[in-house]
């Protein structure tokens, strides 16, 4: 019987956040703005006990001073990122378990976006929570750390199983599925390209996508088919340089 609940909380422009609740305690990952928080804990009549934060930008950490001195909870984040992420309390590392009523949230690093990102995979919710690492048919941008750290991130990510729901950091679909559509124009990522404009139309996220979707639409997902590393090179490359090559392709996109 399921007894939590995930509500995505749009923040800034184009952000989610993600509160987790379990009867009346709650938890939020990457509360990029306070508000947003305090007006669904509010309305909900929720207690928010933590904070768990994928990566120390801005835009996933606004929301944590505010949220604390409102709420006097704690602060859980990647011990190697401690000197960024503001107001932590509780210092994480991979293959330790932050423990939540009972649902044991998986630290896994996941570096690539910045040198100390982590996603949290919890089992018992078929879910994992990525930051800016995994996005719905693409990856985060690699500003601190190189394209071999974070093609080892995503297969990680991808090795989990395939019925697991990715909650990403952004709304990025469109704009990843309009950069596929330019390097494998088919019938699945038009159909793919229909179904999000539904979706946002609505006012509806594209979010959470699965690890079986990615693995069929996400080009990032693919560095390592052979079919792949054909459309970037006509020499024989490995992985790590089809993904660099793929991730360049869309930084200039």
């Not at 991130?153 to 704009?175: R, V």
Request: aromatic share 10%; hydrophobic share 40%.
């Amino acid at each position: 019987m399921k007894d939590f609940n995930i509500n995505i909380i749009p923040c800034l422009n184009d952000n989610y956040s993600y509160v987790i609740s379990v009867g009346r305690d709650a938890l939020v990952i990457d509360p990029s703005e306070s508000k947003p928080i305090i007006n669904f804990i509010e309305k909900n009549n929720l207690e928010l006990k933590f904070i768990l934060n994928t990566h120390h930008h801005f835009d996933h950490v606004g929301g944590n001073l505010e949220l604390k001195d409102k709420y006097n909870l704690l602060i859980a984040g990647n011990e190697n990122d401690k000197k960024r992420i503001p107001g932590i309390d509780i210092f994480l590392n991979e293959t330790e378990k932050f423990v939540f009523n009972s649902h044991e949230f998986q630290v896994i690093n996941t570096p690539g976006h910045t040198s100390d990102c982590i996603s949290f995979y919890v089992k018992s919710m078929k879910s994992v929570f990525t930051g800016d690492a995994v996005f719905s048919l693409g990856c985060g941008r690699l500003f601190e750390g190189s394209p071999n750290e974070m093609w080892k991130s995503i297969c990680k990510i991808k090795s989990l199983p395939d019925d697991t729901n990715i909650f990403c950091g952004h709304e990025y679909t469109m704009n990843n599925a309009i950069f596929t559509k330019a390097i494998i124009d088919n019938e699945a990522i038009d159909l793919k390209i229909r179904e999000i404009k539904k979706l946002r139309s609505n006012n509806i996220p594209t979010i959470p996508t699965t690890i079986a979707a990615e693995k069929k639409l996400n080009i990032f997902f693919q560095a390592d088919s052979d079919e792949i590393k054909s459309l970037f090179s006509k020499e024989l490359i490995n992985d790590e340089e089809a993904f660099k090559m793929i991730r360049l392709a869309k930084d200039n996109f």
